[in-house]
Each structure stands twice: as C-alpha cells, then as structure tokens.
C-alpha cells in the first residue's frame, strides 16, 4: 500500500502529521465516503471538534450496544445539539432477542460473544460502503494499541483507517478539551479512562477497568491494532 499512501500524503510522513492535517487528508480523498467512529469519550470530543471544524457535514457514527452509561447519552445529546449534526446509528439485535438466543447475562458468561453482536457486527454494517474511517486510538492506552498508526490501510474493514491522536498523550486530550470546553463524558472525571457498556467497565487507568478479571481488553472492533 506504499504507493497508496503517498498519493494521499505525497512525500510527507504521516507519523509527522498533526490531527488536523491527518483529517484534513481523509476529508480531502474521501468524504463524504468517511465518518468517524463516536464511543462519546473525550478523544471523540476532540476528534470531533476537529473534524467538524474541517468540514462541517462531516459523517459520523455510533454503536449503540443499547447498555451504554446514561453519562454516555447524555454528552451523545450534548455533542448533537453543540454541532447541530445527527450521529448515524447502528445496533445489533434487541437484548431480549439475545437472551432468548444466548440466554442472560451473556456478557458475563461469554463477553467475546456478547461484543461480536452487540459491537462488531454492527461496525460491520456502520464501515459498508465507506473509503475511510476515523478512531480515537492512542498508543498510550495499551499494549494491543502501542502500535497504532496514523494513517494506513485496515486489512480487515478493507479501507482506510486514521487514528489522528495516535501520538497524544492523555494531559494533551484533557488540555485540548479544556481550551476549547468541550463536551465531555463525566464518567472521566470519576476514575474511567476507558468507557463502554455498563456491565463491563469499572473505574482504571488506560484499558485497565474495562472486562475487569479476565485478559480481555478489546472488544474485537480494534483486535488488529
């Protein structure tokens, strides 16, 4: 993909390029076929503002697992009404199909199960048809991210992946997002770095509070990072 890559960023490292200029590239080569990945955390906070900023019809979407934190609708309504835009949505089947299928409590008795329905499934249908797709993945978050690049080609989605704050360390997000008062999920500020459904995040550093007791620490959207 060496040849690809330089027609998107000529002879310029993308490992030298900000967040902005990043998504400026992806905006450039393939809006409207590019949305951006939104869990409501504060990366997403500041790739928004970002990205809306560059391009104000910019797509960008969610995947509603239906057991989300209440803090996680309420900055989703914030960050709607703040930009004035409607985030796309994708789900997986209602949770009481799941439990008549796999029983209760699925995330506790096969938690890769439970996400390969609830997340990846759905990211499946959310990147159909795109050329390109945006995370808020920091190389500081975890071993399985230490890796992440900024630009490059995602084998498995088949499209191109940005990870604009790949270099960004967690005193520049929260910087960022003070100078520019952004909405923020107030689940940070109580001790969650990582936050995703409820029955499988508690308070930690980093990924460290997310599938608490077991080695898991990816839900599968991001496995090859």
């Known amino acids: 993909m060496e040849t690809d890559l330089r027609t998107l960023v000529g002879a310029a490292d993308p490992e030298a390029l900000s967040a902005p200029e990043i998504l400026g590239v992806m905006v450039e080569h393939f809006h409207p076929n590019l949305s951006l990945a939104c869990s409501f955390q504060k990366e997403e906070s500041v790739l928004l503002d970002m990205l809306l900023d560059i391009e104000p019809d910019a797509r960008v979407f969610a995947l509603d697992t239906h057991v989300l934190f209440p803090e996680t609708y309420d900055v989703w309504r914030q960050v709607e009404q703040r930009y004035g835009i409607k985030v796309e949505v994708y789900e997986g089947p209602s949770l009481g ?23 990846v499934g759905p ?26 690049t900024k630009l490059g080609w995602d084998e498995r989605h088949e499209l191109w992946q940005a990870n604009p704050l790949a270099d960004w360390t967690e005193a520049a997000v929260d910087a960022y997002v003070a100078e520019r008062e952004l909405p923020v999920n107030v689940l940070h500020s109580r001790g969650y770095s990582s936050i995703g459904c409820t029955h499988c995040t508690t308070p930690g550093t980093g990924r460290e509070g997310r599938w608490t007791g077991s080695d898991k620490t990816e839900c599968g959207l991001h496995a090859d990072a």
């Open 123 to 148: 990211l499946g249908h959310a990147l159909g048809g795109l050329e390109g797709w945006i995370t808020g993945m920091r190389r500081e978050q975890s071993p399985t991210r230490a890796n992440a």
């Open 97 to 119: 199909r799941q439990a008549a299928i796999h029983g209760d409590a699925l995330w506790a008795s096969n938690p890769a199960l439970c996400c390969s329905i609830r997340k």
